[in-house]
């Protein structure tokens, strides 16, 4: 469940770690692109494999939050990881398309 900002600084004041909702809330959007991917490609995953598959997904971008975070030396403020790798994944699409 999402926080609000208040909640936030009560989080990193006591030092507790928690998902930033961007992150926590791409579980489902994941699920879905999973799910039309199987529906456009004609297949039909196991319940375990598209398990495995949201796994996967979910652990890349907690892995990314983190390393973002730790990158630009704020520790374990996942949510500034989070929105500075999505700036970044953004930016990036934007170069590679010319839009400078």
């Given amino acids: ?10 989080y990193k004041e006591n030092g507790i770690l928690y998902g930033p ?13 999973l799910k039309m991917s199987q529906n456009s490609l004609c297949l039909s995953w196991t319940r375990e494999e598209v398990d ?18 730790e990158t630009y030396g704020l520790g374990t403020d996942y949510l500034a990881g989070a929105n500075i790798a ?15």
């Fill in 52 to 69: 495995g598959r949201l796994k996967d997904i979910m652990t890349n971008i907690f892995s990314t939050a983190k390393t973002t975070a």
């Fill in 86 to 100: 999505a700036f970044e994944n953004v930016a990036n699409a934007m170069i590679a398309q010319g839009i400078v």
């Fill in 1 to 10: 469940m999402p926080s609000d900002l208040d909640a936030i600084k009560v």
């Fill in 21 to 33: 909702a961007k992150a926590a809330n791409a579980g489902g959007v994941a699920v879905s692109a």
